[in-house]
């Protein structure tokens, strides 16, 4: 069965700090690990991450993938308020009767103050 | 471009009534569609997805079933809904999931008394 764990499930920070947080996951035929960052309602897609060692980066953003440790992480520096939000991992089965399949992580609740 | 529609945003039913909750994707043709809960303030939980017409993988069972009468619309149902089916649910489309990221629809809220 595949699995997705983030850690930690919850972070209170304030303006200016930098955060990491940390998904790991067991799949079968792992095809590619994305971040989402959900606000109110429908989660928004930040990163795909396809290939070990390549990071990926989006303006105080950025997330990298270790196909060896099976695991991502999730960088948010100078963190502001609006960073505030759930932020999800999840990893893509491609292949045989798994295809097509999502598993999500049960999220991080980062909070950040003022 | 391609929009996700979901419907309706938010729902009260009692136990034991039937559900029938809506999502059609625009500006695509054979997406992968999905269904989702989530509880509050947690993870998603997949439920239902369908890479093609016809083909629809169930992950948790449950009494809640989907079908995938056209191509673009995906309908999550129940017969007798459960005080536990309470929760957002989120539908969600790819062009291809081995090459494309999800895009989400905005959601139904629905609660179960």
């Known amino acids: 069965e595949d699995k997705v764990v983030q850690s930690p499930l919850s972070l209170v920070v304030h303006e200016g700090d930098t955060v990491t947080l940390n998904c790991s996951y067991e799949v079968t035929n792992f095809r590619s690990l994305l971040w989402y960052k959900q606000e109110k309602k429908a989660p928004t897609f930040l990163f795909m991450l396809?290939?070990?060692?390549i990071e990926k980066k989006s303006g105080r953003l950025s997330s990298i993938l270790d196909k060896k440790e099976l695991s991502s992480i999730l960088n948010i520096t100078a963190t502001q308020t609006g960073d505030s939000a759930i932020y999800l991992c999840a990893v893509v089965n491609a292949g045989g009767t798994s295809y097509g399949k999502l598993t999500f992580g049960q999220g991080t609740i980062l909070t950040v103050h003022p | 471009s391609q929009t996700i529609h979901q419907w309706p945003a938010t729902l009260v039913q009692p136990v034991g009534s039937p559900l029938s909750l809506e999502c059609t994707v625009e500006g695509t043709s054979n997406p992968n569609l999905y269904w989702y809960r989530q509880a509050a303030g947690r993870g998603l939980q997949l439920l239902f997805y369908s890479v093609g017409i016809g083909q629809i993988s169930s992950e948790v069972p449950q009494n809640l079933s989907a079908s995938r009468p056209q191509d673009r619309q995906f309908i999550l149902s129940s017969k007798k809904l459960l005080l536990s089916d309470s929760g957002f649910y989120l539908c969600?489309?790819?062009?291809?999931?081995?090459?494309?990221?999800?895009?989400f629809g905005p959601g139904t809220r629905l609660t179960v008394l």
């Open positions: 969600a489309w790819t062009r291809d999931v081995r090459y494309n990221e999800q895009f």
């Open positions: 396809t290939s070990s060692g």
